[in-house]
């Protein structure tokens, strides 16, 4: 426990710092000096942060290109179906931009060549649905703590928010739409990317184009698929049902570690 509490205030006070440091001299950021920025605070600092914070125990199991499920079975919304999404697939997402806000020095947007510009990791690992499936893909996107160190956390920051572009249940008061929440220990996870790749393609329509979450030390509704935008926040209980996520507003653990 103390352990868990002394990681993650070291985690955003460094995040704070970097924060602090990226902000000088700037009121006016651009996407391009977003980009500038993540670049800059890549080297050497993020890997040595989570040297420091995460054992490798903590990994979920990789596998091999060898391994790949040739069927990765597509779940829940599988297009979005939105006026607004169809044109976005339609010129290739190049309108589309990600937003990160909330409890931030600095919101900042990026666009899907923004990201695609930005250190990556691969990896192939295992999804596991509760509905009872699994299956094996390889993954590539951007760090999602690198996103956030860039950010900068501002005090009090303790989870990560994703909105998606689906309802997965049509409802009047738009409760029905797809978000999802993690804390920061899962956020700086070397293995939380924000995947716009999955077995070497883009990623499809049906797994989350342009953008979604891995987060693999979870369960499968954890992994956000058709991310608009990431919210940085102190709480989430005043988030529609309460409970952090679409499924967990209907039942789910917030907590699905695997
Ligand atoms: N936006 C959004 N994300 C989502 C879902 C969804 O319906 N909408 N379904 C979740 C569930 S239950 C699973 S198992 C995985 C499925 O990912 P896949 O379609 O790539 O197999 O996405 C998760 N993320
Ligand atoms: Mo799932």
Request: charged fraction near 25%.
């Amino acid at each position: 426990m103390s352990k868990i509490v002394s990681r993650r205030r070291f985690l955003i006070g460094s995040a704070a710092a970097l924060g602090a440091v990226g902000l000088t001299g700037c009121d006016d950021v651009t996407q391009n000096q977003s980009v500038q920025k993540v670049l800059a605070l890549a080297e050497g600092l993020t890997m040595r942060t989570q040297r420091l914070l995460v054992s490798p125990q903590a990994l979920a199991r990789e596998y091999t290109d060898k391994d790949i499920s040739p069927n990765f079975h597509p779940n829940g919304t599988t297009d979005p179906g939105s006026e607004e999404y169809a044109e976005m697939v339609a010129n290739r997402f190049a309108n589309w931009k990600l937003k990160v806000d909330g409890m931030v020095n600095q919101p900042m947007e990026f666009s899907l060549e923004d990201l695609k510009k930005l250190p990556s990791r691969t990896q192939i690992t295992r999804h596991d649905c509760v509905e009872g499936w699994s299956a094996i893909g390889k993954w590539t996107g951007v760090p999602l703590g690198l996103i956030l160190q860039s950010a900068g956390l501002k005090p009090g920051a303790r989870y990560a928010v994703f909105y998606c572009a689906d309802e997965l249940e049509q409802t009047l008061d738009g409760s029905g739409r797809y978000y999802e929440s993690i804390d920061l220990i899962d956020a700086f996870h070397p293995q939380t990317i924000l995947a716009y790749s999955m077995n070497g393609k883009d990623l499809e329509v049906a797994h989350g184009a342009p953008l979604r979450l891995r987060v693999e030390r979870h369960l499968g509704y954890k992994h956000a698929k058709y991310v608009m935008r990431i919210e940085i926040r102190d709480k989430f209980n005043d988030l529609w049902g309460g409970n952090g996520g679409f499924w967990e507003d209907r039942g789910y653990e917030w907590y699905a570690g695997i």
